[in-house]
């Protein structure tokens, strides 16, 4: 009889986890899976409610990334009504959520992700984590909380709430920003991309380079990705833009982000509370097979920097040119996730820079005027997790009748369990593992950030 | 060193994880508690997969899986003082509004009648089924302190941890989220209620008093009023005020409809009128609660089956 190996909860992962190996009579692996344990129904319970209150509402699908979803459905609802946000109200909104990309990737790859590299995929697992970081390297670890803490209080000093925002409303954004407020942002934002800067190098010197036989190997497989690019110079973007969907073969199609139907199906398992996203107009249908994916596509980091032309920003895109150099178009190894959200560390820090730095940002006229009504609209941004997708239709009195969410993580829950079985086979051989080897399968699925 | 250290376990049930993430976003402050205290299973930090014995254990979120009750039991097992951390934890939560519609209501929206998925069953093999409600956890083990807020504010949780850490009686702040808005309420001779969406709110005065519903004065302040400190009326995502909890005759609606007819020329009838019609915007979060559910004057099923047949 074989047996199981259960890894629950998997652990410095910001969502709800477990994995199980099943091993055949010889200990080898027959398969292995990643199940996601929790469902909410978000989607059920906004029906019926004005659909202005419901940006406040879907925070509460994630508290790591709530300033997406806060856009993202602001977004939809501007839609829904007909409404477009003044220039202002929407650059405040790309603002807030910019900047809330920067303090999700140094929470990130610090507490999350570093104890891994920082003190060794082996370490004994009662240290290796954020705790036994500030032991080793303390230093280190004090920048890095104070990093967050500057990042984290620049959004909360001016938009209110940092987990769980408010700030962004129906028409564009609730409050002007004062140029009191801009210059002090600006003096933080410079901080920070130095810190940014400092991060990449601390990386390529400690982690990328050190362990690139590990990069090589772990948890890689060959998909395709989906990412959003601008509409006219086809750069990188996380707030707005049109969708690329590019296959294994670098090969990509972009479409308007409301026409994701067309492109974009859902495969629901029966041992995964959460659907699996696959590209529906490929016309290949979905199957996880390791040698042969069909329908698999991947999102968040990797695949962003992977389908957009160039990085509209220098210092991003100097990056951007040396990881192709190296790593070549579309790179397909899972550990390179890290290095892609690094650069993309640096994007956010710049283009916050561009966003203080442009004219209209402390104009006052910050909210169009709104009348709820029937009608429907995608709001879509790319979170650090993913590509997030709210679809929303309203009623005549401006309530919700239907909704449909992706939410960023589950693009990658396909890809998740084959980088978990890809890993699996290749580390437990006859019987043959300890718990560093099955820390490594589960740093296959930290890369991803789910 | 470790030997004198005040040994602390945190686990998330079915949440958001944003109460955790606040946890670490005490900054700087984390590394004063670090000083004094050892954390030991922290899903979002470490790597620690069994429940250890602790001084201090820390429950995010609310129990809708059989994995959640377990996770509660053990959590209460090993630690001596447990939190109930975040609205979640205390109330039910966003999520309780689960209650408002059944278990199959909900997973038929999501997998059957989703657009973008075309399913004809519900996943079930080797997970734990939902159960059938939401159930904050002082209703499946014992809780020793309650920190609602959704989530919380760093202030109040480095307050709550130090207490706890110095072993000090902890203090119960027991004011609402007016005490610290800024806003000024003041009579108007308003007379209809507005839309959120209506107008633009001046940014000094309270909500209430422009004719706005804002429910600042039945929600008990963990937060310190960002909301309507930023231009946005208060939610009530902390949950309802001491006096909404203790006095039976009390509630959301007519604790705002009070306050809010003395405010302006609106009657209290009305105001109560509309929070019944939006009740699921008016009670997100604290609708799976006893505490709040149970009330003599809390008919929320019946308000939105009213809406519902119109
Ligand atoms: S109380 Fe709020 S922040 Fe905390 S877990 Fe629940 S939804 Fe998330
Ligand atoms: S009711 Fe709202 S706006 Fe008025 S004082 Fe209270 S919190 Fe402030
Ligand atoms: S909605 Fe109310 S309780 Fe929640 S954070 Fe805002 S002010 Fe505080």
Redesign the pocket.
């Given at each position: 009889m074989g047996k199981v190996l259960n890894l629950a909860p998997v652990s410095r992962i910001e969502g709800h986890a477990k994995i199980a190996i099943h091993l055949d009579d010889t200990g080898n692996v027959e398969d292995a899976f990643m199940h996601i344990q929790s469902l909410r129904g978000f989607e059920k319970f906004i029906e019926g409610r004005p659909a202005e209150e419901v940006p406040?509402i879907v925070n509460r699908i994630c508290g790591i990334c709530p300033w997406m979803h806060h856009t993202a459905s602001n977004k939809a609802v501007d839609g829904a009504f007909g409404v477009t946000p003044t220039a202002t109200g929407h650059k405040l909104r790309e603002l807030l959520q910019v900047m809330a990309h920067i303090n999700d990737k140094i929470l990130h790859f610090f507490f999350l992700a570093a104890p891994d590299f920082v003190l060794g995929p082996d370490a004994d697992y009662s240290v290796r984590n954020v705790i036994g970081v500030v032991k080793a390297a303390p230093e280190l670890a004090t920048k890095v909380v104070q990093m967050r803490q500057l990042g984290q209080m620049m959004i909360e000093r001016f938009a209110?709430?940092a987990i769980?925002p408010?700030a962004a409303v129906v028409g564009g954004f609730s409050k002007p920003l004062l140029e009191s407020e801009r210059q002090a942002m600006i003096k933080d934002t410079q901080t920070l991309l130095d810190f940014a800067e400092y991060t990449l190098d601390f990386a390529k010197n400690n982690v990328f380079n050190k362990y690139l036989e590990v990069i090589k190997q772990l948890g890689v497989i060959k998909t395709g990705f989906l990412g959003t690019i601008d509409k006219n110079d086809k750069s990188f973007r996380i707030f707005d833009g049109d969708l690329r969907l590019m296959k294994a073969d670098g090969t990509f199609t972009d479409f308007k982000t409301e026409d994701y139907l067309d492109y974009l199906g859902e495969h629901t398992e029966p041992w995964c509370f959460g659907k699996m996203p696959y590209a529906k107009s490929w016309g290949e249908g979905f199957d996880m097979n390791l040698d042969a994916p069909k329908g698999i596509y991947r999102s968040n980091t990797l695949a962003r920097i992977n389908v957009c032309d160039h990085i509209s920003t220098p210092k991003a895109n100097a990056a951007l040119e040396e990881f192709r150099s190296v790593f070549g178009r579309p790179a397909q190894q899972t550990l390179l996730y890290h290095y892609a959200r690094l650069i993309e560390l640096i994007y956010a820090c710049e283009r916050t820079l561009e966003l203080l730095n442009w004219d209209g940002i402390t104009d006052t006229n910050v909210r169009a005027e709104v009348t709820p009504g029937a009608g429907r609209g995608v709001g879509v941004v790319e979170a650090p997790r993913g590509t997030l997708i709210h679809d929303y239709t309203t009623d005549e009195n401006g309530c919700i009748t239907k909704a449909n969410l992706i939410v960023g993580t589950t693009h990658n829950i396909a890809p998740m369990n084959m980088s978990v079985k890809q890993s699996a086979i290749a580390l437990i051989k006859d019987g043959k593992y300890d718990q560093g080897i099955l820390n490594q399968v589960e740093m296959a699925v930290r890369a991803y950030d789910p | 060193m470790s030997g004198e250290k005040v040994l602390l376990n945190t686990e998330w049930l079915c949440d958001c994880g944003g109460c955790h993430i606040a946890l670490v976003d005490l900054h700087e402050k984390i590394l004063n508690v670090l000083e004094s205290v050892e954390i030991q299973k922290c899903p979002v930090l470490t790597d620690i997969k069994e429940y250890p014995e602790a001084e201090i254990g820390i429950l995010t979120g609310s129990i809708r899986t059989e994995h959640d009750r377990h996770a509660a039991l053990e959590m209460r097992k090993k630690c001596k003082t447990i939190i109930a951390f975040g609205t979640c934890a205390v109330y039910g939560g966003l999520h309780g509004a689960g209650l408002a519609h059944s278990r199959e209501e909900l997973v038929d929206c999501v997998y059957k009648n989703s657009k973008t998925t075309k399913t004809d069953f519900v996943p079930s093999e080797r997970i734990d089924a939902l159960s059938h409600e939401v159930t904050p956890i002082d209703e499946v083990i014992d809780v020793d302190l309650y920190l609602p807020?959704?989530p919380p504010h760093a202030h109040f949780i480095f307050e709550s941890l130090t207490t706890l850490i110095e072993k000090k009686k902890p203090e119960t702040n027991q004011e609402t989220?007016c005490g610290r808005?800024r806003r000024v309420m003041k009579k108007t001779d308003v007379t209809e209620i507005k839309d959120p969406l209506e107008g633009v709110p001046d940014e000094h005065t309270c909500f209430l008093s422009q004719g706005y519903i804002c429910?600042?004065s039945a929600?008990?302040?963990?937060?310190?009023?960002?909301?309507?400190n930023h231009g946005?009326a208060?939610?009530?995502?902390?949950?309802p005020s001491m006096q909404i909890l203790t006095e039976p005759t009390r509630d959301i609606r007519t604790e705002v409809a009070d306050r809010m007819s003395r405010l302006t020329n609106i009657p209290a009838e009305k105001v109560k009128q509309r929070i019944e019609s939006s009740a699921k915007t008016h009670y997100a979060y604290a609708m799976a609660t006893k505490m709040v559910g149970n009330k003599p004057t809390f008919l929320i099923q019946k308000w939105i089956a009213d809406v519902e047949a119109q």
């Amino acid at each position: 009889m074989g047996k199981v190996l259960n890894l629950a909860p998997v652990s410095r992962i910001e969502g709800h986890a477990k994995i199980a190996i099943h091993l055949d009579d010889t200990g080898n692996v027959e398969d292995a899976f990643m199940h996601i344990q929790s469902l909410r129904g978000f989607e059920k319970f906004i029906e019926g409610r004005p659909a202005e209150e419901v940006p406040r509402i879907v925070n509460r699908i994630c508290g790591i990334c709530p300033w997406m979803h806060h856009t993202a459905s602001n977004k939809a609802v501007d839609g829904a009504f007909g409404v477009t946000p003044t220039a202002t109200g929407h650059k405040l909104r790309e603002l807030l959520q910019v900047m809330a990309h920067i303090n999700d990737k140094i929470l990130h790859f610090f507490f999350l992700a570093a104890p891994d590299f920082v003190l060794g995929p082996d370490a004994d697992y009662s240290v290796r984590n954020v705790i036994g970081v500030v032991k080793a390297a303390p230093e280190l670890a004090t920048k890095v909380v104070q990093m967050r803490q500057l990042g984290q209080m620049m959004i909360e000093r001016f938009a209110g709430k940092a987990i769980h925002p408010i700030a962004a409303v129906v028409g564009g954004f609730s409050k002007p920003l004062l140029e009191s407020e801009r210059q002090a942002m600006i003096k933080d934002t410079q901080t920070l991309l130095d810190f940014a800067e400092y991060t990449l190098d601390f990386a390529k010197n400690n982690v990328f380079n050190k362990y690139l036989e590990v990069i090589k190997q772990l948890g890689v497989i060959k998909t395709g990705f989906l990412g959003t690019i601008d509409k006219n110079d086809k750069s990188f973007r996380i707030f707005d833009g049109d969708l690329r969907l590019m296959k294994a073969d670098g090969t990509f199609t972009d479409f308007k982000t409301e026409d994701y139907l067309d492109y974009l199906g859902e495969h629901t398992e029966p041992w995964c509370f959460g659907k699996m996203p696959y590209a529906k107009s490929w016309g290949e249908g979905f199957d996880m097979n390791l040698d042969a994916p069909k329908g698999i596509y991947r999102s968040n980091t990797l695949a962003r920097i992977n389908v957009c032309d160039h990085i509209s920003t220098p210092k991003a895109n100097a990056a951007l040119e040396e990881f192709r150099s190296v790593f070549g178009r579309p790179a397909q190894q899972t550990l390179l996730y890290h290095y892609a959200r690094l650069i993309e560390l640096i994007y956010a820090c710049e283009r916050t820079l561009e966003l203080l730095n442009w004219d209209g940002i402390t104009d006052t006229n910050v909210r169009a005027e709104v009348t709820p009504g029937a009608g429907r609209g995608v709001g879509v941004v790319e979170a650090p997790r993913g590509t997030l997708i709210h679809d929303y239709t309203t009623d005549e009195n401006g309530c919700i009748t239907k909704a449909n969410l992706i939410v960023g993580t589950t693009h990658n829950i396909a890809p998740m369990n084959m980088s978990v079985k890809q890993s699996a086979i290749a580390l437990i051989k006859d019987g043959k593992y300890d718990q560093g080897i099955l820390n490594q399968v589960e740093m296959a699925v930290r890369a991803y950030d789910p | 060193m470790s030997g004198e250290k005040v040994l602390l376990n945190t686990e998330w049930l079915c949440d958001c994880g944003g109460c955790h993430i606040a946890l670490v976003d005490l900054h700087e402050k984390i590394l004063n508690v670090l000083e004094s205290v050892e954390i030991q299973k922290c899903p979002v930090l470490t790597d620690i997969k069994e429940y250890p014995e602790a001084e201090i254990g820390i429950l995010t979120g609310s129990i809708r899986t059989e994995h959640d009750r377990h996770a509660a039991l053990e959590m209460r097992k090993k630690c001596k003082t447990i939190i109930a951390f975040g609205t979640c934890a205390v109330y039910g939560g966003l999520h309780g509004a689960g209650l408002a519609h059944s278990r199959e209501e909900l997973v038929d929206c999501v997998y059957k009648n989703s657009k973008t998925t075309k399913t004809d069953f519900v996943p079930s093999e080797r997970i734990d089924a939902l159960s059938h409600e939401v159930t904050p956890i002082d209703e499946v083990i014992d809780v020793d302190l309650y920190l609602p807020g959704c989530p919380p504010h760093a202030h109040f949780i480095f307050e709550s941890l130090t207490t706890l850490i110095e072993k000090k009686k902890p203090e119960t702040n027991q004011e609402t989220v007016c005490g610290r808005c800024r806003r000024v309420m003041k009579k108007t001779d308003v007379t209809e209620i507005k839309d959120p969406l209506e107008g633009v709110p001046d940014e000094h005065t309270c909500f209430l008093s422009q004719g706005y519903i804002c429910l600042g004065s039945a929600t008990l302040d963990r937060c310190l009023a960002p909301c309507p400190n930023h231009g946005v009326a208060c939610s009530g995502c902390a949950g309802p005020s001491m006096q909404i909890l203790t006095e039976p005759t009390r509630d959301i609606r007519t604790e705002v409809a009070d306050r809010m007819s003395r405010l302006t020329n609106i009657p209290a009838e009305k105001v109560k009128q509309r929070i019944e019609s939006s009740a699921k915007t008016h009670y997100a979060y604290a609708m799976a609660t006893k505490m709040v559910g149970n009330k003599p004057t809390f008919l929320i099923q019946k308000w939105i089956a009213d809406v519902e047949a119109q």
